[in-house]
């Protein structure tokens, strides 16, 4: 029987679906059962083996649905492996260095006993929804930094040890 992922994420302009929706498809193709679905519309996680979460940091925050699906689901997550990702830098940053959780993801790492977290770059183009992402468009700070080869190493990686022997 194989292994059922749930691939949870909080995204405004859809940046961190597709960053989710990688992860699944990487997941899948190593052998696992894997489902990206936005946070604010998972109302149960025990029916999967393992969770990956993320969401887009905005001023330094996650996402609120994810922030609200971890909070949510804080028993249960507790009780199964997880991991952790955000998107945000709106730079190479996150390609070139490992960015720690901001505090508040830190604390749910703690209170849930994540495995890890990581931070990949973000995305914000033309068209994004809200008055902050339209001033960081205009003031030429825009575009987008995921390093999607990245995400797929990540991804791949925790499929391996999803799938790793459990030692007795």
Excluded: Q
């Excluded at 994420?9 to 960053?19: E, K, L, Q, V």
């Excluded at 033309?126 to 960081?136: D, K």
């Excluded at 995921?146 to 459990?166: G, L, N, Q, S, Y």
């Amino acid at each position: 029987m194989t292994m059922k992922v749930l691939v949870a994420y909080g995204t405004t302009n859809g940046s961190t679906r597709r960053i989710a929706e990688t992860i699944a498809g990487v997941l899948d193709a190593e052998g696992l059962t894997a489902r990206a679905v936005p946070a604010g519309a998972v109302d149960d996680v025990t029916p999967y083996d393992a969770v990956v979460a993320g969401g887009g940091l905005y001023a330094g925050r996650w996402h609120k649905d994810t922030r609200r699906f971890v909070r949510r689901n804080r028993s249960a997550l507790a009780e199964r492996p997880v991991w952790l990702f955000s998107s945000g830098p709106l730079d190479p940053s996150a390609s070139e260095r490992d960015i720690p959780p901001v505090p508040g993801v830190r604390k749910a790492m703690e209170r849930i006993g994540a495995r890890e977290h990581v931070t990949f770059g973000g995305c914000l183009e033309e068209g994004a929804r809200g008055w902050v992402a339209r001033m960081i468009l205009r003031g030429g700070k825009g575009g987008d930094f995921r390093d999607f080869p990245r995400i797929e190493r990540w991804a791949a990686r925790v499929a391996r040890e999803i799938t790793a022997p459990v030692a007795l």
